[in-house]
């Protein structure tokens, strides 16, 4: 009897035991994400000056009519900032969810704000190990002393797009609405179903009582107020001169006590009598206004219906993520490649499963259609990782793209190890707004395409486009189209010219003759310059000159000396005529003729030339030069005031992008010109300036 305690107690131990430690398990990342995102809170909390960005956030805070704060102090809302945040989104052919995990430091203060952020008279609901409530219809926010979630969550109907016989519509969607809901119980209630709970169920009921009780309210006293109208307008023929809005609720799903009186029901239905009001016309008389308001009624009482059951299963679908959540030790637990990019000295670090994006049904029934199917999947097979970087003088983002299928991978790789050209870097100059290079191999690339179409039909036409994609590649030869364009390019925007263009306006007299007025105004034209390399010059002169002797073409494809000009119109374009020639194995397309000289460089320019020639794709874009360029297009005083910001303020962007071991690497640079405490506040001031403009907008407006 003694051994068999033992045994039983040994047994109950370590049952004990392994129930703590599944208890204790990490929260995982859910296998449906499409979206992870990680805030480095411990560096941006350093970047960002609270007293400068609080009252940003206090003045958008202010409630419109009353022009009061909900909250004071941003900086103090309970959640440590300078914790990691962890961002993200799940989807499933029904459930759309965004989820934020965040660290909190005083639960009594996160409390506090929660408060004033939810609606009056919203009850918080307490459980074992947490708090939640929904402070929106589909936003809802849960809570310990050490943690809280954030999850923004929307439900729709399933829908099979796959049926499209009416005989059988019914019958497939009633088994895919059954079969959806079972696995989405699946993905949010791994947890054995709870005993009925008769206590918990009165309350549901009495909860949806509150819910038609107040839409009930709503309705009716939006009826009266508008039959009310009515009645005015037909004794009167117009509204009050000083019309006073009746408050109606803003009808939401919320818990709480609605004591006041009900406004009583609309009228009985029935037809108007004539004559029933004496300044009645006879319009009037004949239309049914309680018919109609009964009608809209049942309708709002059935969309209203609708919602109430949408938020009762979003919010049970939430709850059950808040269970687990708490349940856990608190962590999240990610897959090793999701994290395989991630900088852990980035402020942001982002990861997107675009195989997952477009593998959802709202997609594939779209490209379905067009018997592409697999070939997106193929393409679309992928994924992206980003970190992004704060830095004092600029932001940088350096993404990572990496295709799931190695061969497809290695394809794209080989597209991007491209030759070099110096003759077409030799067109960057320094007065340039910027410009765009390519150096990719385009033989490669004809290895890409094959790749993808290789295995894409369906088993139906599979062998068809089998025997299609070998007689392409028989039929074309691949290494004589790769010399017409081997994959050298660039596009140097130059400038911004001014140009005065005539225009039709209309002018009015007193008796509103129309009458036709000619005018003219200066737009601004781009002076730019597209060069690509060819190995096959007699190519491309052959099609100019063939442009220039055919009959419908030669009148505005016209040959000049060792160019073609082509003109069409009256220049009242945005462009007057384009040059096309072909020089040491350039072919050249611009709007002047000059634009294909090699330019003077100075350090910075041959620097920008230095980088076009290192990387497959490179490129520089210098905003404010472009903003101060297009100064003649703004004429209204707040545009005006919003271009001189942005001129002020405007940076520069530099592109390039590389094969960087497994991956194609691309880092974008944003340089600001301004004299914020880094680039991270540099956008606070920036959208703080633009908020300033526009609400002294509004006010100037109002006066």
């Known amino acids: 009897m003694k051994t068999y305690l033992i045994k039983t107690q040994k047994i109950f131990f370590l049952l004990f035991a392994f129930a703590f430690l599944g208890a204790q398990q990490s929260s995982k990342l859910p296998k449906?994400?499409?979206f992870y995102?990680?805030?480095?809170?411990?560096?941006?909390?350093k970047k960002i000056n609270w007293e400068k960005v609080n009252p940003f956030f206090k003045e958008l805070s202010k409630e419109n009519d009353k022009k009061t704060a909900s909250w004071n102090d941003f900086s103090k809302t309970g959640i440590k900032y300078d914790a990691t945040q962890y961002h993200f989104a799940s989807a499933n052919d029904s459930i759309y969810a965004y989820t934020t995990y965040f660290t909190l430091d005083n639960n009594v203060k996160f409390k506090e704000f929660i408060n004033s952020v939810k609606k009056k008279g919203q009850e918080v609901t307490k459980k074992n190990n947490y708090e939640f409530v929904d402070i929106d219809n589909n936003i809802f926010v849960a809570w310990n002393d050490k943690k809280a979630v954030l999850k923004m969550m929307n439900y729709s109907k399933p829908y099979n797009y796959d049926v499209y016989?009416?005989?059988?519509?019914?019958?497939?969607?009633?088994?895919?609405?059954?079969?959806?809901?079972v696995a989405v119980a699946a993905d949010y209630e791994e947890e054995p179903e709870r005993p009925f709970d008769y206590k918990e169920e009165i309350q549901n009921l009495k909860d949806e009582i509150s819910y038609i009780k107040q839409n009930i309210k709503d309705n009716n006293a939006e009826i009266l107020k508008l039959q009310k109208d009515i009645k005015y307008l037909e004794k009167h023929k117009k509204y009050p001169e000083e019309k006073t809005d009746v408050a109606i609720r803003d009808t939401t799903y919320r818990e709480g006590s609605y004591d006041e009186e009900i406004p009583p029901p609309p009228p009985p239905v029935g037809p108007r009598k004539s004559g029933e009001e004496d300044d009645m016309t006879e319009e009037m008389d004949d239309y049914d206004y309680e018919a109609e308001a009964v009608a809209d009624s049942l309708y709002m009482k059935e969309m209203d219906s609708i919602n109430i059951e949408t938020f009762k299963m979003v919010k049970k679908f939430a709850e059950a993520d808040f269970d687990k959540y708490f349940s856990s030790n608190l962590e999240l637990e990610v897959a090793k490649d999701v994290l395989s990019f991630r900088d852990s000295n980035s402020d942001v670090f982002i990861y997107t499963d675009y195989a997952k994006i477009f593998g959802l049904k709202s997609y594939r029934s779209f490209y379905r259609e067009f018997d592409i199917e697999n070939l997106i999947g193929k393409m679309y097979n992928s994924n992206s990782?980003?970190?992004?970087?704060f830095d004092d003088d600029k932001v940088r983002l350096i993404n990572n793209y990496q295709h799931k299928d190695s061969n497809i991978n290695n394809s794209f790789a080989a597209v991007y190890k491209g030759k070099k050209n110096k003759k077409l870097t030799a067109l960057i100059n320094d007065k340039s707004i910027g410009y765009y290079a390519l150096n990719l191999n385009g033989y490669k690339y004809f290895d890409l395409i094959y790749t993808l179409f290789e295995n894409t039909g369906d088993g139906k036409y599979q062998k068809e486009i089998q025997l299609m994609m070998e007689t392409v590649k028989i039929v074309l030869d691949e290494e004589a189209i790769s010399?017409?364009?081997?994959?050298?390019?660039?596009?140097?925007?130059?400038?911004?010219?001014?140009?005065?263009?005539?225009?039709?306006?209309?002018?009015?007299?007193?008796?509103?003759?129309?009458?036709?007025?000619?005018?003219?105004?200066?737009?601004?034209?781009?002076?730019?310059?597209?060069?690509?390399?060819?190995?096959?010059?007699?190519?491309?002169?052959?099609?100019?000159?063939?442009?220039a002797s055919n009959k419908d073409t030669k009148e505005k494809f016209i040959k000049e000396g060792d160019f073609y000009r082509f003109k069409e119109g009256?220049?009242?374009?945005?462009?007057?005529?384009?040059?096309?020639?072909?020089?040491?194995?350039?072919?050249?397309?611009?709007?002047?003729?000059?634009?294909?000289n090699p330019k003077s460089q100075t350090e910075i320019s041959k620097k920008w030339m230095k980088d076009s020639e290192r990387y497959a794709v490179s490129g520089r874009f210098d905003l404010q030069k472009l903003l101060i360029g297009l100064d003649q297009e703004f004429k209204d005083s707040s545009e005006i005031k919003m271009l001189n910001l942005m001129k002020k303020n405007a940076g520069e962007f530099n592109y390039k992008s590389e094969v960087k071991g497994n991956s194609i690497q691309t880092e974008i640079d944003y340089k600001i010109k301004t004299s914020a405490e880094n680039s991270l506040m540099y956008f606070f001031n920036l959208v703080d300036e633009i908020y300033?403009?526009?609400?002294?907008?509004?006010?100037t407006h109002t006066l």
């Open 385 to 389: 990782s980003y970190n992004l970087y």
């Open 32 to 34: 449906d994400a499409l």
């Open 692 to 699: 300033k403009i526009s609400e002294s907008e509004k006010k």
């Open 570 to 596: 009256t220049n009242q374009g945005p462009v007057d005529q384009l040059y096309f020639t072909v020089k040491d194995g350039i072919v050249y397309l611009t709007t002047s003729k000059e634009n294909i």
């Open 165 to 181: 016989a009416d005989s059988v519509v019914a019958y497939v969607d009633s088994t895919a609405v059954a079969v959806d809901s």
């Open 483 to 547: 010399k017409i364009a081997p994959g050298n390019g660039i596009f140097v925007l130059n400038e911004l010219k001014s140009k005065k263009v005539d225009y039709t306006d209309y002018e009015y007299d007193e008796d509103y003759n129309e009458k036709e007025v000619k005018k003219t105004k200066d737009v601004m034209v781009p002076d730019f310059t597209f060069a690509f390399a060819t190995e096959n010059e007699r190519y491309w002169v052959r099609i100019f000159d063939m442009l």
């Open 37 to 45: 995102m990680e805030i480095n809170g411990k560096q941006l909390n």
